[in-house]
T-cell receptor, first 114, second 114 residues
Framework: NAGVTQTPKFRVLKTGQSMTLLCAQDMNHEYMYWYRQDPGMGLRLIHYSVGEGTTAKGEVPDGYNVSRLKKQNFLLGLESAAPSQTSVYFC?????????????FGNGTRLTVT | QQPVQSPQAVILREGEDAVINCSSSKALYSVHWYRQKHGEAPVFLMILLKGGEQKGHEKISASFNEKKQQSSLYLTASQLSYSGTYFCGTRRSPASGGYQKVTFGTGTKLQVIP
């Protein structure tokens, strides 16, 4: 029972470098989400997807891009990393059409940008 | 906008009770509650769907006042294992759009001491 798997778990980038965070879920969920967590600010939604091939902006989308080419995978990209993107990133998924369904979270990726 | 949680932090002795509040400026369809231990992913506690609904989970229960757009989490006879940060997540009503998103509050840090 893997659930939601995020890779990598940790990463250090230099300013201006790029990287992709991978989220994979094996529960056949339609909805997937990317959040960032910073001290005192809770979980803020970056982008989300309601199905394969669809993406939408959340509350803090600037500096990030996403893709959902396969239903089970949701990729978060940073084209040119900035120190302000130092954070813990969580991916989550939930079934579609069931608004009473909880989010299932991955274990997070801790990203440091120097 | 993120829902507002209060208090931001609370310290309890084992056996004491606590209430955590979550309020939104938007019409809500549902409220989620999650607990996060340090360095771990958020873990689902419960979802409330209907106005005035109250649900329970062991000694943790919650209420949802749809008209006031508020939810409260009640922790009774607290145990050491209750320590962590509690987050409320809200979904807006389908009629208002954006219901696919779950927007989280800034969190309440709860510490239970012996």
């Amino acid at each position: 029972n893997a659930g939601v798997t995020q890779t990598p778990k940790f990463r250090v980038l230099k300013t201006g470098q790029s990287m992709t965070l991978l989220c994979a879920q094996d529960m056949n969920h339609e909805y997937m989400y990317w959040y960032r967590q910073d001290p005192g600010m809770g979980l803020r939604l970056i982008h989300y997807s309601v199905g394969e091939g669809t993406t939408a902006k959340g509350e803090v989308p600037d500096g990030y891009n996403v893709s959902r080419l396969k239903k089970q995978n949701f990729l978060l990209g940073l084209e040119s990393a900035a120190p302000s993107q130092t954070s813990v990133y969580f991916c989550a998924s939930s079934p579609s059409g069931l608004l009473n369904s909880p989010l299932h979270f991955g274990n997070g990726t801790r990203l440091t940008v120097t | 906008q993120q829902p507002v949680q209060s208090p931001q932090a609370v310290i309890l002795r084992e056996g004491e009770d606590a209430v955590i509040n979550c309020s939104s400026s938007k019409a809500l369809y549902s409220v989620h509650w999650y607990r996060q231990k340090h360095g771990e992913a958020p873990v689902f506690l419960m979802i409330l769907l209907k106005g005035g609904e109250q649900k329970g989970h062991e000694k943790i229960s919650a209420s949802f006042n749809e008209k006031k757009q508020q939810s409260s989490l009640y922790l009774t006879a607290s145990q050491l294992s209750y320590s962590g940060t509690y987050f409320c997540g809200t979904r807006r009503s389908p009629a208002s759009g954006g219901y696919q998103k779950v927007t989280f509050g800034t969190g309440t840090k709860l510490q239970v001491i012996p």
